[in-house]
């Protein structure tokens, strides 16, 4: 599976931004499709997940509210939708996939996200 993240930006703070991550090749009903976040001179961290089939979604607390993911089966594609975006939320995304939990195989390039003041 190849993954193809894009939609990154410098966008003020308050803005908004959408992320795509296309893949290519089969993504299985009980695979997750991951997106994690690596700020500058930050480890990398989690951001938000969906489940592949059931559609569930996950986010982690920084995000919640504001972050939502979402997934286009007929595009094989996962988005996330970020609003009100902060200075914190500057860093460099990726998302990945291929397994339902644990490390995933298969990760993007990344897409750079810069939010200023």
């Known amino acids: 599976v190849q993954l193809q993240a894009c939609g990154g930006g410098l966008v003020q703070a308050g803005d908004s931004l959408r992320l795509s991550c296309a893949a290519a090749?089969?993504?299985?009903?009980?695979?997750?499709v991951v997106w994690f976040r690596q700020g500058p001179g930050k480890e990398r961290e989690f951001v938000a997940n969906?489940?592949?089939?059931?559609?569930?979604?996950y986010y982690a607390d920084s995000v919640k509210g504001r972050f939502t993911v979402s997934r286009d089966k007929g595009e094989n594609t996962v988005y996330l939708q970020m609003n009100s975006l902060k200075l914190e939320d500057t860093a460099v995304y990726y998302c990945?996939?291929?397994?339902?939990?644990?490390?995933?195989?298969?990760w993007g390039q990344g897409t750079q996200v810069t939010v200023s003041s």
């Open positions: 990945a996939t291929g397994a339902s939990s644990g490390p995933s195989r298969y």
């Open positions: 090749g089969r993504i299985f009903s009980s695979w997750s």
């Open positions: 969906i489940r592949w089939g059931a559609g569930n979604t």
